[in-house]
Nanobody, 110 residues
């Protein structure tokens, strides 16, 4: 069983930055793909970024050049720069397409 705990969300002004963290614990496969998703009010949960065990990354078009996903030991990070109001959502960490964290709220507003 895998446990995921996110942190780092908050309120930020447009153009600001945040770094989300996801600590992974439990029985972990070294081949697992880690990902960040987000869900805005009234919308579906969408993939934002992912990273595999070769450090290959994927980003959805709307965050390319602004967000960076990276991993250090048992923690996965999402560095978010130049945040915009459309980035407002609950951000979820995902382990290998199965386990989810509880989510962390990101609000971008002036």
């Amino acid at each position: 069983q895998v446990q995921l705990v996110e942190s780092g969300g908050g309120l930020v002004q447009p153009g600001g930055s945040l770094t989300l963290s996801c600590v992974v614990s439990g029985i972990i496969s070294r081949f697992a793909v880690m990902a960040w998703y987000r869900q805005a009010p009234g919308k579906q949960r969408d993939l934002v970024a992912s990273i595999d065990t070769t450090a290959r990354t994927y980003y959805t078009n709307s965050v390319k050049g602004r967000f960076t996903i990276y991993q250090s030991e048992n923690t996965v990070y999402l560095r978010m720069n130049n945040l915009q109001p459309d980035d407002t959502a609950v951000y979820y960490c995902n382990y290998d397409g199965s386990s989810w964290g509880q989510g962390t709220q990101v609000t971008v507003s002036s």
